[in-house]
């Protein structure tokens, strides 16, 4: 069964330090996300991708955040100066058609970032 | 108001329980309507679709009511492995627009 894969499973990172999370959508996918878990709390939005765009983003997608797609099959979020409280779990999710088209999102495992 | 409300339980229930879930979304421009499940650490998984007509898939029982805008999740006969946390999504302002989950509802069946 196609699965979206995400890596490093989990990074820990120095505040301040740029990390960069991986994700390979469903090969023939074309709308990708990215969604962050605090410990504890829900699951918060933070970006779509269409058509080598961003499509939406919520307010905790600020500068220091941008995401590529650099080659065709990744899909990245960088973050450029971690915060302490940028630690979470981040999710990748990717669907065959957009929110209107009722297709469900599949999620990656995620990456659980720790920022010291 | 928050974009979608559930209650957040926890649930604690006997096996064997019938335990129903409700959540409400605040845009009445939403589409698509899903519950997903999710296991401690895990990533979400889909569980259901929502159609307006209501559906059925086994012990789970969804049901969507726009007027409302109200989402309901029934399970019967209720297993172990049914302790999760529901979470449910609502979707489709735009196209490619932002899916939202609300924060979930803790269930825990008990033996």
């Known amino acids: 069964e196609p699965e979206v894969t995400q890596t490093p499973s989990h990074q820990v990172t120095q505040m301040g330090q740029e990390v960069i999370l991986r994700c390979v959508p469903i090969?023939?996918?074309?709308?990708f996300y990215w969604y962050r878990q605090i410990l504890g709390q829900k699951v918060e939005f933070l970006v779509s991708?269409?058509?080598?765009?961003?499509?939406?983003k919520s307010e905790i997608f600020d500068d220091q955040f941008s995401v590529e797609r650099p080659d065709g099959s990744n899909f990245t979020l960088k973050i450029r100066s971690t915060k302490l409280e940028d630690s979470a779990m981040y999710f990748c999710?990717?669907?065959?058609?957009?929110?209107?088209?009722?297709?469900?999102?599949?999620f990656g495992q995620g990456t659980r970032l720790t920022v010291v | 108001r928050k974009e979608v409300e559930q209650d957040p339980g926890p649930f604690n229930v006997p096996e064997g329980a019938t335990v129903a879930f409700n959540c409400t979304y605040s845009?009445?421009?939403?589409?698509?309507f899903f519950w997903y499940r999710q296991d401690c650490r895990k990533e979400p998984k889909l569980l259901m679709s929502?159609?307006?007509s209501g559906n059925e898939d086994g012990r789970f029982t969804a049901q969507l009511n726009r007027a409302s805008q109200y989402i309901s999740l029934l399970i019967r006969d209720s297993k172990l492995s049914d302790s999760a946390t529901y979470l449910c999504v609502v979707t489709g302002y735009s196209s490619a627009s932002k899916i939202i989950f609300g924060s979930g509802t803790r269930l825990s069946i008990r033996p």
């Open positions: 845009n009445s421009a939403s589409q698509s």
């Open positions: 090969s023939n996918h074309l709308y």
């Open positions: 991708f269409y058509n080598n765009e961003i499509s939406e």
């Open positions: 929502v159609y307006s």
């Open positions: 999710a990717s669907s065959e058609g957009g929110s209107l088209h009722n297709t469900e999102a599949f």
